[in-house]
């Protein structure tokens, strides 16, 4: 195996990862999927996809990724259920450690996703997916005229807590602490909003509802008094940020000060601002604003379009 070099390895078998294997297969180019800890990244734990084009009445999330992992496998397309444990991107070819196993490629595409941040309680694992989520954009909609809480201090709580006000009859956005890391203007316009209710001081210790699978409210502690109560809510959004997947690479690519691959011109990785050749980024690894499926699938797309025209241009 150390003597056979890949064309292309792609990491993460997300709507980014999967739609860059279909095109990459369809190049005839045999990519290699290394599926990573989230195998079909946070689709997988989506219920109902009402967003993603050609799906009048919605598809399960775990069926879109099953379809395109379908789809690439017709092309050609090999996945393998295993994760990265190191990588050196200044060899020629690029190495990739799966455990004590060398995989040797011309060319790589990240496309390993951001991990939602979670407050690790067993009753909101058990949730997620059945009123517990961490798209506002995604399951908004399905909050109409109920009432839900946000977790978070931050502008991603404010973002979200501010645009579920357009579907929901009553948003109360819990903070652990007394003072907000968000941003003034952020937090005013929260602030002014009717229906939103600040909550601070104050973590969540268990969601209602699992047995159910149906979320039904939230069991708060007070962190200052001690003092438990309960709120009742249909939904629970969780506004603390993600975890881009990109640790592993620090000091061989650029990253931002929160971990994201830094791109330009999309998918284009750079080391030390100088471009790195034959190395791309795709979907919520390289994308803090957005993290949709559809723009996900459309940075996949262009990674693997790159992938072509690099190994076109080296001759292969």
């Known amino acids: 195996m150390h003597d056979v070099v890949r064309n292309t390895v792609i990491l993460g078998s997300g709507c980014s990862g999967l739609t860059a294997a279909i095109y990459a297969a369809r190049a005839n180019l045999k990519p290699l999927v290394l599926e990573g800890h989230e195998p079909g990244g946070q689709l997988s734990i989506t219920t109902l996809v009402e967003n993603f084009p050609g799906w009048p009445d919605g598809i399960q999330g775990p069926e879109l990724i099953e379809n395109m992992k379908k789809q690439a496998m017709r092309f050609g397309a090999e996945m393998r259920m295993t994760h990265l444990t190191g990588a050196d991107l200044l060899k020629s070819p ?73 579907f929901a009859a009553k948003v109360t956005l819990i903070h652990r602490g007394e003072n907000f890391r968000a941003s003034r203007i952020m937090l005013e316009r929260a602030m002014a909003h009717p229906r939103i209710e600040f909550r601070t001081n104050t973590v969540v210790e268990e969601v209602l509802g699992a047995e159910e699978k149906d979320v039904r409210g939230l069991r708060l502690i007070h962190r200052s008094t001690g003092q438990r109560s309960e709120l009742s809510v249909k ?70 379009l790159e992938v072509e025209k690099f190994l076109e241009e080296s001759g292969r």
């Not at 040797?104 to 407050?119: D, F, K, N």
């Open 94 to 166: 690029f190495e990739l450690h799966i455990g004590k196993e060398v995989i040797r490629t011309r060319s790589l595409i990240i496309a390993s996703g951001a991990s939602a941040r979670w407050l690790g309680l067993p009753s909101e694992q058990a949730l997620i997916g059945y009123g517990v989520s961490s798209c506002a954009t995604c399951d908004g909609f399905f909050t109409a005229g109920k009432e839900i809480a946000v977790i978070g201090g931050g502008d991603s709580a404010m973002e979200e807590a501010l645009f579920l006000t357009r």
């Open 235 to 304: 939904f629970m959004f969780l506004g603390i940020g993600h975890e881009p997947n990109a640790s592993i690479f620090k000091g061989q690519i650029d990253l931002d000060d929160e971990g994201y691959v830094k791109t330009e011109h999309n998918v284009f990785t750079t080391r030390q601002g100088i471009q790195l050749h034959g190395v791309y980024a795709c979907g919520d690894v390289q994308d803090r604003r957005y993290r949709q499926a559809i723009t996900a699938a459309g940075t996949g797309c262009m990674a693997a």
